[in-house]
T-cell receptor
């Protein structure tokens, strides 16, 4: 049973468009939500992360929106570029008690030029 | 600065064979972990270590052993390979358990 549910499984977006990936969780003890980006043949790399006391975090073209009451968070990629084509994983961790990082199933993003 | 180094990058095993996947980090990180990545399932934790001499099981530990004799190295052993262990394996390290995880480039293992 996946503790973090991620959708969609795959996404095709035109260059310049907005890519949106959604995640949902049940464990209210989760207190840190990172997103990882993975290019083919490479390991995942941290992209951006948010704590649940913040509703939005923006880094360049990447924004995380967080809805604590709905237990949902999402990644928005503005002005999507072909170089953004990768697999994106949302994740969650309960930092205070040293619990482990749990990942969503991943979203394969393809940005068409 | 090498970061997290995994070897080999690719491996084909026959059912029943054993092998060790190597992982080394040069960042003096306390926490190291092994994940397997399968299509549609994300990354699932196999084993982890919070420091030299200390290891524990993750979500999918069956068929795998680990040890942590030094801070730098965290090998993953497959005792008797099965086709269900065909996967991409990633080693990760972090300064402490709940800080940013740095991943290696992965080992693609095929068991025939």
């Amino acid at each position: 049973q996946q503790q973090v549910k991620q959708s969609p499984q795959s996404l095709i977006v035109q260059k310049g468009g907005i890519s949106i990936i959604n995640c949902a969780y049940e464990n209210t003890a989760f207190d840190y939500f990172p997103w990882y980006q993975q290019f083919p043949g490479k390991g995942p790399a941290l992209l951006i992360a948010i704590r649940p006391d913040v509703s939005e975090k923006k880094e360049g073209r990447f924004t995380i929106s967080f809805n604590k009451s709905a237990k949902q968070f999402s990644l928005h990629i503005m002005d999507s570029q072909p170089g953004d084509s990768a697999t994106y994983f949302c994740a969650a961790i309960e930092r205070e008690y040293g619990n482990k990082l749990v990942f969503g199933a991943g979203t394969i993003l393809r940005v068409k030029s | 600065n090498a970061g997290v180094t995994q070897t080999p990058k690719f491996q084909v095993l026959k059912t029943g064979q054993s092998m060790t996947l190597q992982c080394a980090q040069d960042m003096n990180h306390e926490y190291m972990s092994w994940y397997r990545q399968d299509p549609g399932m994300g990354l699932r934790l196999i084993h982890y270590s919070v420091g030299a001499g200390i290891t524990d099981q993750g979500e999918v530990p069956n068929g795998y052993n680990v040890s942590r004799s030094t801070t730098e190295d965290f090998p993953l052993r497959l005792l008797s390979a099965a086709p269900s262990q065909t996967s991409v394996y990633f080693c990760a390290s972090s300064l402490r358990q709940n800080t940013e995880a740095f991943f290696g480039q992965g080992t693609r293992l095929t068991v025939v």
